[in-house]
C-alpha cells in the first residue's frame, strides 16, 4: 500500500495544505506527520483508523490528528483530498488527542481557499496566514462527532478476522454463525471476545458499521433503497434503526447539511 508524502514543512510558516485525488478502494499504509493534521476530503467518504477505532469521513466530517499520531486510510470512493497541516506553536488551544468535527460551511470554503491560494503562482503570505489562524479558531468551536467504531487490537487473530470481514461486508445477510465459522471460532467463543475486547456485542458493533456506511453513502447521494438493499435490510427496519441511532429517518438526511443539522432538524 502507498504512503502519502506531505508537503516540505517550514518552521516559518502557519501550515501548509495538500490538494490530492485518490481513487475508490486506495489504501494507505499507517503512518504520521511530524505536524499536526487536518485530514479532509471536498468530496468522497474515506474510512480512517486511529488506534483503536475506525471513523468513516464523508465531507461533512474531518479528523483532526495531533503530531505523531499513526493513521490509516481506505478511500470507500473516490476522493478529492485537502488536508491541512499545522505548527505546534499555533495550536495549543486545540485538543492532543485525536477527534472528528463536523465542518460548516466557512471551515469548508476556508480550507478549499487554503489549498488553492498555495498553488498560485503568486503567493499572498498575509491571507494565507490568517485564513489559517481563522481556520484554527474554527476548528476550536467545530461540534464533535460521535459514530466512532471500536476495533480489535489484533491479538486475538479470530476476532480481527471476524471485524475486517465485517467491515468488507457489513450486510445482515451473513449470519454470526456463518462469521465465526470463517474466523474458526464457535459461537460461545466469539461473543465473549466482543464484550471483553470491544465492551459491546456483535449485533450492536455492526449495527455502528451499518450506521457509518449508510450515512457515507447517503453523504454521497447514494439513494435510500441502494443503501438498505446492500445492508440486507427491510426498508422498514433499517428506518426505524437510523432514526433510533440519528434522531430522523434516512429520507430526511440533507446531503448538504451538517450532520447534526441532517439529523436533528428534521425530525
Known amino acids: 500500500m502507498p504512503q502519502v508524502r506531505p508537503p516540505a514543512l517550514h518552521d516559518d510558516a502557519e501550515g501548509r495544505s495538500l490538494a490530492r485525488r485518490y481513487p475508490r478502494g486506495l489504501r494507505i499504509d499507517p503512518h504520521s506527520h511530524t505536524w499536526a493534521q487536518v485530514l479532509y476530503a471536498v468530496s468522497g467518504v474515506m474510512w480512517v483508523e486511529v488506534g483503536r477505532e475506525a ?71 498575509d491571507y494565507l496566514g490568517a485564513a489559517y489562524r481563522l481556520a484554527m479558531l474554527e476548528l476550536a468551536h467545530a461540534p464533535r462527532s460521535s459514530l466512532r467504531i471500536p476495533l480489535p487490537d489484533a491479538s486475538d487473530r479470530r476476532l480481527d478476522a471476524l471485524c475486517r470481514a465485517v467491515i468488507d461486508d457489513p450486510s445482515n445477510a451473513i449470519s454470526f454463525e456463518q462469521h465465526a465459522a470463517s474466523a474458526g471460532a464457535s459461537v460461545r467463543t466469539l461473543p465473549r471476545l466482543f464484550t471483553r475486547e470491544l465492551g459491546i456485542g456483535f449485533a450492536e458493533w455492526r449495527r455502528q458499521v451499518q450506521l457509518a456506511v449508510a450515512v457515507s453513502g447517503l453523504a454521497e447521494g447514494r439513494a435510500v433503497g441502494s443503501i438498505v438493499r446492500s445492508l440486507g435490510y427491510l426498508p422498514g427496519s433499517f428506518s426505524d434503526m437510523f432514526r433510533r441511532e440519528l434522531g430522523a429517518p434516512p429520507t430526511d438526511f440533507d446531503p448538504h447539511a451538517t450532520l447534526a443539522v441532517s439529523a436533528g432538524m428534521k425530525s
Open 55 to 125: 471513523l468513516v469521513v464523508p465531507p461533512q466530517r474531518a479528523v483532526w490528528l495531533p503530531a505523531g499520531t499513526e493513521h490509516s486510510i481506505h478511500m470507500m470512493s473516490d476522493v478529492e483530498m485537502r488536508n491541512l497541516y499545522l505548527q505546534d506553536r499555533s495550536i495549543g488551544h486545540l485538543s492532543a488527542h485525536s477527534d472528528v468535527f463536523e465542518i460548516n460551511g466557512l471551515l469548508r470554503e476556508l480550507i478549499a481557499s487554503i489549498a488553492e491560494h498555495e498553488k498560485a503562482r503568486t503567493r499572498d503570505d
